[in-house]
C-alpha cells in the first residue's frame, strides 16, 4: 500500500518507508527464511500494489475500443504508464528495497506488468502483424 500513502508526498513519506524497511531487515535476521519470512510478506505486498496499479489504470483507460487503430492507441498509452511507473519505482524505492531486504523492486514491478500487458495486448499484436505486408526491394 506504500502507493496509496506515499502518493505525490515522496520526500515527506521516504524516511518513513527507510526506516521500516530497516526494521524489517533487523526482524528478518533474527529468524531464518520460513513461510511466513518478512520478506516474503514484503514481496507479496509489493506485488499486490503492483496488481492494484495495473488495475487502476486498466479500468480508466479502454481496452475494447472498436477499431484496431483505437485498441493499439490505448494499449500504448497503458504500456507508457506502465513503463514511466517502473522507471520512478527504480528511481524512488529499488535501492531502498534492495539495501535493506535485498528484494528487487524493479523485478516483481516488471515480471508482473509483462505478464499482464502480454495478456491483454497479444492478439492485437497478432492481428497487426498478420495484417502487415511484406515490403519488396528490388
Known amino acids: 500500500k506504500h502507493r496509496l500513502y506515499i502518493g505525490n508526498n515522496g520526500t515527506k513519506y521516504r524516511a518513513q518507508l527507510e526506516a521500516i524497511l530497516k526494521g524489517l531487515h533487523i526482524l528478518h535476521t533474527l529468524k531464518w527464511r ?3 519470512d518478512i520478506v516474503l510478506q514484503v514481496e507479496d505486498a509489493l506485488l499486490a500494489s503492483v496488481r492494484e496499479w495495473f488495475n487502476f489504470v486498466i479500468d480508466r483507460i479502454p481496452t475494447h475500443e472498436k477499431s484496431q487503430n483505437g485498441r493499439m492507441k490505448n494499449l500504448t498509452r497503458i ?3 506502465l513503463m514511466a511507473d517502473i522507471e520512478e519505482g527504480r528511481k524512488q524505492y529499488a535501492t531502498m528495497f534492495w539495501e535493506n531486504l535485498n528484494i528487487d523492486y524493479v523485478e516483481i514491478a516488471y515480471r508482473e506488468f509483462d505478464q499482464n500487458l502480454t495478456l491483454i495486448t497479444k492478439a492485437l499484436i497478432d492481428k497487426a502483424c498478420d495484417d502487415m505486408k511484406p ?4
Open 34 to 36: 520460513t513461510r511466513n
Open 79 to 81: 504500456t507508457h504508464l
Open 135 to 138: 515490403i519488396l526491394f528490388k
